[in-house]
């Protein structure tokens, strides 16, 4: 089963975000994401110093089974991206919220967290995507 | 619900991620895709098949039945449990499937091993084409069959059996079977690796997966079949080819015997290979980062001249490899539209990997 970390932040597109105590907001995909991918295989991260907006496209992350976009959860400027995932990127597979994080921002409006799932809620979106 | 094998309750025992395949439910992968196909290159792996069609074909016309039923010639088995590859054509040289059949003790006995999302037409395919024959065409849902394929396969499958058995299987070469007690032993595969195809009574399957399992043969899903097979340059029924093709359009010209021989199809066959046929099925190679998959288009310049049929990012050789169907005059440089952006690709000559190496060559050309 997937595991659905209390402590983070949810998008409907299978992100999490996690806001940081230097106020930067850290992005990677779920582990019901990476679950339903398969072992992924390349991963495109966005510049450093891109600035996004909320739900615009931030990278694409292959997998055995398909291509799929990966959106910022927030609006913000890209501050870090985790250079592992480009030789490692089964790292994604192995530890979807903690070595295999994507990218970090530095949010425009840090409350727009507020407006993304919570852990529970994002639970009940993954088990009705099942249910179809 | 889909139909299920006998294999079913092991596949979710095993924390299977089960897919519709055909109709059937299947196990995709058991937690990693590429450590299973990672397994079946290095070690020993086991892929439950059995959703596959075994057709057994009897009686006095059947070899004359199959010389007429399929494009590769059935005269070319020429003793007991020997087997070969061939396309089933319709009057237009269209491919309704691919198969393997093996010969039995006599030219009289046949089993054919054709694809499940095929089954219903080609049953009834094969029962329209044999009314003027003398032959019992039988379809054997009893059967399972279990694929055991790697290098060290044939160590596993010899821990099955008793001192016959274990002496049939070393005499068989590739594309041979021997029958050992009520099990077909063939060193069949869809893998590019050495391999041993077990076809079965169903009841007996679970207990054979299991002792292959407990002796650390690793389980490989469908997604993993599927990269390991186009790895070995292997077509898909129904994604590589299908009946608005001809074998000279599939890169399967090998499977056609033109000389005394006439079956059905083998006029437009004729034809198509005086006139030139239209299309390629050809390998290609993207070296760079991403992943070419089916139906994305393949460029000669500005020019589109085809799409990818089948595409992955090979495992063993850690970059992408496709198969696409071109022009047959495309030439130059290629590229594969991917999310709108050109991407170079190579053309080269399948298979990609066969027993573990890279072996594709460059295509000559233009």
Same mark, same amino acid.
């Given at each position: 089963?997937?595991?659905?970390?209390?402590?983070?932040?949810?998008?409907?597109?299978?992100?999490?975000?996690?806001?940081?105590?230097?106020?930067?907001?850290?992005?990677?995909?779920?582990?019901?994401?990476?679950?339903?991918?398969?072992?992924?295989?390349?991963?495109?991260?966005?510049?450093?110093?891109?600035?996004?907006?909320?739900?615009?496209?931030?990278?694409?992350?292959?997998?055995?089974?398909?291509?799929?976009?990966?959106?910022?959860?927030?609006?913000?400027?890209?501050?870090?991206?985790?250079?592992?995932?480009?030789?490692?990127?089964?790292?994604?597979?192995?530890?979807?919220?903690?070595?295999?994080?994507?990218?970090?921002?530095?949010?425009?409006?840090?409350?727009?967290?507020?407006?993304?799932?919570?852990?529970?809620?994002?639970?009940?979106?993954?088990?009705?995507?099942?249910?179809? | 619900?889909?139909?299920?094998?006998?294999?079913?309750?092991?596949?979710?025992?095993?924390?299977?991620?089960?897919?519709?395949?055909?109709?059937?439910?299947?196990?995709?992968?058991?937690?990693?895709?590429?450590?299973?196909?990672?397994?079946?290159?290095?070690?020993?792996?086991?892929?439950?098949?059995?959703?596959?069609?075994?057709?057994?074909?009897? *009686?006095?016309? =059947?070899? +004359?039945?199959? @010389?007429? !039923?399929? &494009?590769?010639? %059935? /005269?070319?088995?020429?003793?007991?449990?020997?087997?070969?590859?061939?396309?089933?054509?319709?009057?237009?040289?269209?491919?309704?499937?691919?198969?393997?059949?093996?010969?039995?003790?006599?030219?009289?006995?046949?089993?054919?091993?054709?694809?499940?999302?095929?089954?219903?037409?080609?049953?009834?395919?094969?029962?329209?084409?044999?009314?003027?024959?003398?032959?019992?065409?039988?379809?054997?849902?009893?059967?399972?069959?279990?694929?055991?394929?790697?290098?060290?396969?044939?160590?596993?499958?010899?821990?099955?059996?008793?001192?016959?058995?274990?002496?049939?299987?070393?005499?068989?070469?590739?594309?041979?079977?021997?029958?050992?007690?009520?099990?077909?032993?063939?060193?069949?595969?869809?893998?590019?690796?050495?391999?041993?195809?077990?076809?079965?009574? *169903?009841?007996? =399957?679970? +207990?054979?997966? @299991?002792? !292959?399992? &407990?002796?650390? %043969? /690793?389980?490989?899903?469908?997604?993993?079949?599927?990269?390991?097979?186009?790895?070995?340059?292997?077509?898909?029924?129904?994604?590589?080819?299908?009946?608005?093709?001809?074998?000279?359009?599939?890169?399967?010209?090998?499977?056609?015997?033109?000389?005394?021989?006439?079956?059905?199809?083998?006029?437009?066959?004729?034809?198509?290979?005086?006139?030139?046929?239209?299309?390629?099925?050809?390998?290609?190679?993207?070296?760079?980062?991403?992943?070419?998959?089916?139906?994305?288009?393949?460029?000669?310049?500005?020019?589109?001249?085809?799409?990818?049929?089948?595409?992955?990012?090979?495992?063993?050789?850690?970059?992408?490899?496709?198969?696409?169907?071109?022009?047959?005059?495309?030439?130059?440089?290629?590229?594969?539209?991917?999310?709108?952006?050109?991407?170079?690709?190579?053309?080269?000559?399948?298979?990609?990997?066969?027993?573990?190496?890279?072996?594709?060559?460059?295509?000559?050309?233009?």
């Amino acid at each position: 089963m997937a595991e659905f970390p209390g402590d983070l932040k949810y998008a409907e597109s299978h992100e999490w975000a996690r806001l940081e105590a230097d106020g930067t907001i850290t992005v990677g995909i779920t582990d019901h994401a990476q679950e339903s991918l398969g072992d992924v295989v390349f991963v495109e991260l966005p510049e450093v110093g891109t600035e996004l907006d909320a739900k615009a496209e931030a990278g694409v992350v292959e997998s055995v089974k398909a291509a799929s976009d990966i959106y910022a959860p927030v609006s913000g400027t890209v501050t870090a991206v985790n250079s592992k995932l480009e030789d490692e990127p089964e790292t994604v597979n192995e530890s979807p919220y903690d070595d295999g994080w994507f990218f970090k921002l530095q949010p425009k409006d840090v409350g727009e967290l507020d407006s993304l799932l919570s852990a529970d809620e994002y639970e009940t979106v993954c088990e009705n995507e099942e249910d179809h | 619900m889909g139909q299920r094998t006998p294999i079913y309750p092991l596949h979710v025992e095993a924390g299977a991620k089960m897919v519709d395949f055909g109709g059937w439910d299947m196990p995709i992968h058991y937690g990693s895709q590429i450590e299973e196909h990672h397994a079946v290159r290095r070690d020993v792996g086991i892929c439950d098949v059995s959703h596959m069609t075994v057709v057994d074909v009897a *009686g006095k016309d =059947a070899r +004359a039945f199959l @010389r007429h !039923l399929l &494009a590769n010639d %059935v /005269a070319r088995l020429d003793a007991k449990g020997k087997a070969l590859y061939s396309p089933m054509l319709n009057e237009a040289g269209g491919i309704l499937d691919d198969l393997i059949v093996y010969r039995g003790e006599t030219d009289a006995s046949y089993r054919l091993v054709v694809n499940c999302a095929t089954r219903d037409k080609d049953l009834k395919w094969i029962a329209a084409q044999s009314s003027a024959f003398d032959v019992e065409v039988k379809e054997r849902q009893d059967l399972a069959i279990l694929a055991v394929q790697g290098p060290n396969s044939l160590e596993h499958v010899k821990a099955l059996l008793d001192a016959d058995g274990v002496s049939r299987l070393e005499g068989l070469v590739p594309f041979t079977s021997a029958d050992w007690q009520d099990w077909m032993l063939a060193r069949t595969g869809y893998t590019g690796e050495v391999g041993i195809e077990i076809i079965l009574p *169903g009841e007996a =399957a679970p +207990a054979v997966w @299991r002792r !292959l399992t &407990a002796a650390g %043969v /690793a389980p490989v899903g469908l997604g993993a079949r599927d990269t390991l097979r186009l790895e070995a340059g292997m077509n898909l029924y129904g994604q590589d080819m299908d009946e608005t093709v001809t074998p000279y359009e599939s890169n399967i010209a090998f499977t056609v015997v033109l000389d005394d021989h006439e079956f059905v199809g083998a006029t437009r066959l004729r034809e198509q290979k005086v006139a030139g046929a239209p299309r390629r099925l050809t390998g290609l190679v993207m070296t760079t980062r991403g992943v070419l998959r089916a139906h994305y288009p393949v460029f000669a310049g500005d020019q589109q001249v085809g799409e990818i049929t089948s595409g992955a990012f090979s495992p063993t050789l850690s970059h992408s490899i496709a198969l696409a169907r071109l022009d047959q005059g495309a030439t130059g440089d290629l590229a594969v539209s991917i999310r709108g952006k050109m991407h170079p690709v190579i053309e080269v000559r399948p298979p990609f990997v066969r027993n573990g190496k890279q072996v594709y060559k460059p295509a000559r050309r233009g």
